[in-house]
């Protein structure tokens, strides 16, 4: 039985309604370390607002380095987040950590 290994990635959950870092790199490179780094579990927070919000805040996301994300909603940027991490071989734990941002 392997147990988990868990790294967090934080943003969906602040007003950034994005993963941090995704200002400077791209979030299939934050996955790809998590991996290398030897966690097999990335915990999502996000907050219920991220579910109807209509996009991040404004800067959050560098779409040059994420261009599959460009005019996607929060939820919308978290499947491809989730997504990516299945295709990688890395559980996911969703944790709706608050109401509001």
């Known amino acids: 039985m392997t147990g988990l290994s868990i790294k967090n990635r ?8 994005a993963v941090s ?5 791209s979030y299939k490179s934050l996955i790809d370390q998590v991996l290398l780094l030897g966690f097999n579990t990335i915990r999502l927070p996000f907050s219920s607002q991220m579910l109807v919000t209509k996009l991040p805040l404004t800067g959050s996301i560098n779409y040059d380095l994420n261009p599959d994300l460009r005019g996607l909603s929060p939820l919308q940027c978290m499947d491809q987040v989730v997504k990516y991490c299945g ?8 944790d709706r950590h ?3 941002a």
């Open 10 to 17: 934080y943003g969906f959950e602040s007003s950034r309604f």
């Open 98 to 100: 608050s109401s509001l």
């Open 87 to 94: 295709a990688v071989g890395l559980r996911v734990i969703l």
């Open 21 to 25: 870092g995704l200002k400077v790199r």
